[in-house]
Structures are given as C-alpha cells and as structure tokens.
C-alpha cells in the first residue's frame, strides 16, 4: 500500500524536523516547501497539506496569499500549527491579541467528538510557546478546543477539512495522539 504523501509548509518554525518525524512515525512520506513556494494546488499529489508555526509573520498576509490560496483551494484536509492556525484565521477574518506568555505544557478542554480528538481525552495536555491568541473563530469557524487563556486553542473550519491548534503538537504525547487523529481524515 502507498504512504499518504503529506505536504509540510515550513513557515520558520524552529521544530520542523520533529513536526516531520512525528508525521513520518504516523505512516505519512513528507515533503517540505517554503511558504514563498508553496504550489498552486495538490493535484492529487499530496494527500494532507500541514502548515508549521511561525516567528511573528502571520499577519503579512501579502507574503502568505499563496499559501492561503492553497488551503482555501484544495480539497485535502489542512492542519495549521500554532503560527500556522494563527496565518488561517487572520486570512478568514480572524483577531490576535496579545496575552501572557506560555511555554511548556498546558491544559486544554477539546470537543472528544471531534475525529481531531478521537484519541485523547476530554482534557489534553499540549505543548505552547507563544504570546498570541485568537479570541473568538473567525466566520466560517468554530473552536473546538479552549483554555483559560486561549477561548480558541483548537480551531475547525464549517466543512471540517480545516483545522488548527494554537499548540505544537509535534511535542508531547497528547500533541502526538492528536496528530494522529489528523492522520485519520487522510489515510
């Protein structure tokens, strides 16, 4: 049988080679891009397009329109990461704002009867590195998952193709288990 090729957009983030292995461990083959040289769509080549987190850049949405133009295009199921979740809500009308600063673990309370959460728990404990949060799903949006800092720690497009996490899930265990409930929605 072949892998499910997963399409990784590296958008500075400093732990791409664990966001890849984790995928990789999770039966996918991963190819890497550029945000700046993402294709124009998947053409049935990849089977999953997984954005990395960012430094900061998540609001030129200039510099990322070919990239939103490929989640918003293709048909494949999209997870973004932490400045990846960050550049998808903003695209759709989303607001950052500034909030304490976290690293490490944290708890959070997700939808279990989201297929993202179908191996965890009601409460998960996620790996965060950041100061910005989304308050409220932009349109076309739900939270999925909340916090008592972050009221949008996990993020669900309408259709359920388009999902993002505030936390990098390519740490812990919980991270793990819910990057293979993504790879659930492709293989």
Known sequence: M???????????TLSLPQLRRRLEDLGADTETVEAAEVPAGTG????????????VRAYDQAYYKPLIDLVTGTDVPVLGICGGMQIIALA????????????????????????????VGPTVT??????LYLRQAPPGFRSIG???????????S????VHGSQAHLEFRKDGLEILRGFAQLYQ
Not at 158 to 161: E, I, K, L, M, Y
Request: net charge neutral; charged share 30%; proline share 6%.
């Open 146 to 156: 909340r916090s008592e800092h972050a009221p949008v720690e996990f993020l669900c």
């Open 92 to 119: 759709a009308g989303g607001r950052m704002e500034e909030g304490p600063q976290r690293v490490g673990g944290y708890k959070v309370e997700v939808d279990t009867a989201e297929p993202l959460f179908a191996h």
């Open 2 to 12: 072949t892998k499910p090729r997963v399409l990784v957009v590296d958008n500075g």
């Open 44 to 55: 049935g080549r990849y089977q999953a397009v997984v954005l990395s987190g960012t430094k």
């Open 126 to 131: 996620v790996f965060h590195r950041h100061t």
């Open 158 to 161: 309408d259709d359920g193709r």
